[in-house]
């Protein structure tokens, strides 16, 4: 029996809606045949977003979503997406694919895509190949309300009122594909760009990301925070998850994966918890007396791509290892939501561990998809003080806690999450819940297979939630988890 | 990829040292997962015509038509040609 407590005398906080953010990049079908197909298709939409993913998006209640890139941010311009489609230019993304892009989907596209989700834009801007003028231009195009050139244009091209847009990243991955840069240089670019984007609106004032670490790199935290932390309002941070040694071209595949690398993956998902305390250390030692945040605004699994597909599109399957890789660092940005504002998985549909996939007019829902759906009721709840007894589970030096929780108390009452790593063994939990009196019920959900259990086209429904039995003890509740799962107690 | 973009084209066609390793896996493929001789080729005679074969890769699914085609119990994800029974 595995004791757990959750104790509602003691919070870091609200846990900010936008942990549980995504990502869309211009990258293989993400964007266009995934989220965007146009007018034209035969595939239902709404201005040009499939209506199916928009409801399935809106459903698993989608809080922000971050655009256009990742590595295509610093080679976007903006200016190439707006005005009349047919005359748009034609490029070729040489980030991902060296597919031609059209720029059918743009400024415009985007924010009437957030305006269907009733999700909040995050837009990164481009530093690594464009101008402070041109990224000026932008927010100064998307937020600005009374007369001026760029709320002309913007008039000119159909959006009568600012979108008041409020998150802005300066440049993406600054240390690599957004310019190489040393982090001295980036932070006095930071700061330079950081002057420019201005606040249209008083009461819509925007939030400045800096373009943040890869994995351990706390120098890169240190210098920002340093030279640049009284220009931004929160810094990101970049960790994705490989199962094997961290050789890109090796990464192993999304099924038939050896039980080695499920517990390897699961290890080498821990680490996020080390990088966002350490990371959060950093911020707090130089933020002074401004509150600056954590923005996890890329993560999740990395895998081989599935076999016969472009490799530059990054598409692969996801099974109930990449659910338990979800709850684990679900419940790591909930425990951490005193420096953790934002976190955005990578990619929405059709891209790495997406919680979409699509084959033409086809779409599946990912056991990510139900992890995100099941965790929902953390978003703007007040998180609350949890512990769980563990054993170590796994396999050679790939061990693991074979449990790891988060809780919080929101509008639907306390909500606890709970994943069993172990793929063979079930646990008995006996969960006490102190601060918040007895339960009058409990409601459990849980989300399990075989580690490598995934939806497919023509099976869409192996991996699902269902009911979980619980029972109501005096001092909280008692339910058994099966091997591999995860498992959402709504507490009344 | 630096090979030219070409609509309507497939991987044979275009750069065949950096798509070598896509034969090599239709090649592994087992015979019972592989659609007949005859089928592939009606198979790709769709694609060819198909406005969504860009760079011999199918814009609705992101597989390489040839690998796809080749596949027995797969479908055209817009529904231009079935399984093979």
Same mark, same amino acid.
């Given at each position: 029996?595995?004791?757990?407590?959750?104790?509602?005398?003691?919070?870091?906080?609200?846990i900010?809606?936008?942990?549980?953010?995504?990502?869309?990049?211009?990258?293989?079908?993400?964007?266009?045949?995934?989220?965007?197909?146009?007018?034209?298709?035969?595939?239902?939409?709404?201005?040009?977003?499939?209506?199916?993913?928009?409801?399935?998006?809106?459903?698993?209640g989608?809080?922000?979503?971050?655009?256009?890139?990742?590595?295509?941010?610093?080679?976007?311009?903006?200016?190439?997406?707006?005005?009349?489609?047919? !005359?748009?230019?034609?490029?070729?993304?040489?980030?991902?694919?060296?597919?031609?892009?059209?720029? !059918?989907?743009?400024?415009?596209?985007?924010?009437?895509?957030?305006?269907?989700?009733?999700?909040?834009?995050?837009?990164?801007?481009?530093?690594?190949?464009?101008?402070?003028?041109?990224? #000026?231009?932008?927010?100064? $195009?998307?937020?600005?309300?009374?007369?001026?050139?760029?709320?002309?244009?913007?008039?000119?091209?159909?959006?009568?009122?600012?979108?008041?847009?409020?998150?802005?990243?300066?440049?993406?991955?600054?240390?690599?594909?957004?310019?190489?840069?040393?982090?001295?240089?980036?932070?006095?670019?930071?700061?330079?760009?950081?002057?420019?984007?201005?606040?249209?609106?008083?009461?819509?004032?925007? $939030?400045?990301?800096?373009?943040?670490?890869?994995?351990?790199?706390?120098?890169?935290?240190?210098?920002?925070?340093?030279?640049?932390?009284?220009?931004?309002?929160?810094?990101?941070?970049? $960790?994705?998850?490989?199962?094997?040694?961290?050789?890109?071209?090796?990464?192993?595949?999304?099924?038939?994966?050896?039980?080695?690398?499920?517990?390897?993956?699961?290890?080498?998902?821990?680490?996020?918890?080390?990088?966002?305390?350490?990371?959060?250390?950093?911020?707090?030692?130089?933020?002074?007396?401004?509150?600056?945040?954590?923005?996890?605004?890329?993560?999740?699994?990395?895998?081989?791509?599935?076999?016969?597909?472009?490799?530059?599109?990054?598409?692969?399957?996801?099974?109930?290892?990449?659910?338990?890789?979800?709850?684990?660092?679900?419940?790591?940005?909930?425990?951490? /939501?005193?420096?953790?504002?934002?976190?955005?998985?990578?990619?929405?549909?059709?891209?790495?561990?997406?919680?979409?996939?699509?084959?033409?007019?086809?779409?599946?829902?990912?056991?990510? $998809?139900?992890?995100?759906e099941m965790y929902k009721g953390h978003q703007d709840a007040?998180?609350?003080?949890?512990?769980?007894?563990?054993?170590?589970?796994?396999?050679?030096?790939?061990?693991?806690?074979?449990?790891?929780?988060?809780?919080s108390e929101g509008k639907e009452g306390v909500l606890?999450t709970?994943?069993?790593?172990?793929?063979?063994?079930?646990?008995?939990?006996? /969960?006490?819940?102190?601060?918040?009196?007895?339960?009058?019920?409990?409601?459990?959900?849980?989300?399990?297979?075989?580690?490598?259990?995934?939806?497919?086209?023509?099976?869409?429904?192996?991996?699902?939630? #269902?009911?979980?039995?619980?029972?109501?003890?005096?001092?909280?509740?008692?339910?058994?988890?099966?091997?591999? !799962?995860?498992?959402a107690?709504t507490?009344? | 990829?630096?090979?030219?973009?070409?609509?309507?084209?497939?991987?044979?066609?275009?750069?065949?040292?950096?798509?070598?390793?896509?034969?090599?896996?239709?090649?592994? =493929?087992?015979?019972?997962?592989?659609?007949?001789?005859?089928?592939?080729?009606?198979? =790709?005679?769709?694609?060819?015509?198909?406005?969504? =074969?860009?760079?011999?890769?199918?814009?609705?699914?992101?597989?390489?038509?040839?690998?796809?085609?080749?596949?027995?119990? =797969?479908?055209?994800?817009?529904?231009?040609?079935?399984?093979?029974?």
């Amino acid at each position: 029996m595995a004791k757990a407590i959750v104790n509602a005398n003691r919070s870091k906080g609200h846990i900010n809606r936008n942990i549980y953010g995504h990502f869309a990049e211009h990258l293989g079908r993400c964007i266009y045949n995934g989220i965007y197909v146009g007018e034209a298709s035969s595939i239902p939409n709404l201005n040009g977003m499939r209506t199916d993913v928009v409801a399935a998006l809106k459903k698993m209640g989608i809080p922000v979503l971050r655009w256009p890139g990742g590595c295509f941010a610093d080679t976007y311009h903006w200016r190439d997406g707006i005005g009349p489609k047919e !005359s748009r230019k034609k490029i070729v993304n040489t980030n991902w694919g060296g597919v031609t892009e059209d720029n !059918s989907f743009g400024t415009h596209e985007f924010l009437e895509l957030c305006r269907q989700l009733e999700c909040e834009p995050y837009i990164s801007g481009n530093v690594g190949s464009g101008t402070v003028q041109e990224f #000026s231009d932008w927010v100064e $195009y998307c937020n600005m309300g009374g007369q001026s050139p760029m709320a002309e244009e913007r008039r000119s091209n159909g959006q009568e009122g600012p979108w008041n847009v409020k998150y802005w990243g300066i440049g993406n991955e600054a240390w690599g594909c957004g310019g190489n840069m040393r982090p001295e240089f980036y932070a006095d670019l930071c700061r330079q760009y950081s002057t420019y984007l201005r606040n249209y609106d008083t009461e819509h004032p925007i $939030y400045k990301i800096a373009s943040g670490a890869s994995e351990g790199d706390y120098n890169w935290t240190k210098v920002i925070m340093e030279r640049a932390g009284r220009f931004i309002d929160a810094v990101s941070l970049h $960790y994705y998850t490989l199962p094997r040694t961290g050789d890109w071209t090796d990464k192993g595949p999304a099924t038939g994966f050896p039980r080695s690398e499920y517990y390897s993956t699961l290890r080498k998902t821990f680490y996020m918890e080390e990088l966002v305390e350490n990371h959060s250390r950093i911020i707090k030692q130089y933020q002074g007396d401004r509150k600056i945040g954590l923005c996890v605004d890329e993560w999740g699994t990395w895998f081989d791509v599935e076999p016969g597909t472009n490799p530059g599109f990054l598409y692969q399957q996801n099974t109930m290892r990449d659910a338990l890789v979800s709850a684990v660092n679900l419940n790591i940005f909930n425990n951490h /939501c005193d420096t953790v504002v934002m976190a955005n998985i990578a990619q929405t549909v059709n891209v790495l561990q997406a919680v979409i996939l699509t084959e033409g007019e086809k779409l599946l829902l990912t056991p990510t $998809y139900h992890v995100f759906e099941m965790y929902k009721g953390h978003q703007d709840a007040r998180q609350l003080e949890s512990y769980v007894e563990t054993t170590l589970t796994g396999e050679g030096e790939d061990q693991v806690p074979n449990l790891h929780i988060s809780a919080s108390e929101g509008k639907e009452g306390v909500l606890v999450t709970i994943a069993n790593l172990s793929d063979t063994d079930s646990a008995e939990l006996d /969960c006490a819940l102190t601060g918040i009196g007895r339960a009058a019920s409990v409601e459990g959900r849980v989300l399990t297979g075989p580690c490598g259990a995934y939806n497919d086209f023509g099976a869409e429904e192996t991996v699902r939630p #269902s009911h979980l039995a619980a029972e109501i003890t005096d001092g909280g509740f008692k339910a058994v988890l099966p091997a591999c !799962s995860v498992a959402a107690f709504t507490v009344r | 990829m630096n090979s030219p973009s070409c609509k309507r084209c497939l991987l044979r066609e275009l750069d065949g040292e950096y798509f070598k390793s896509i034969y090599r896996y239709i090649a592994s =493929l087992p015979g019972e997962q592989r659609s007949s001789s005859d089928e592939y080729a009606r198979r =790709l005679k769709i694609c060819r015509a198909c406005g969504d =074969l860009h760079n011999g890769m199918c814009a609705q699914c992101g597989c390489f038509a040839e690998v796809r085609a080749a596949k027995r119990r =797969l479908a055209c994800p817009m529904g231009r040609w079935g399984q093979e029974e």
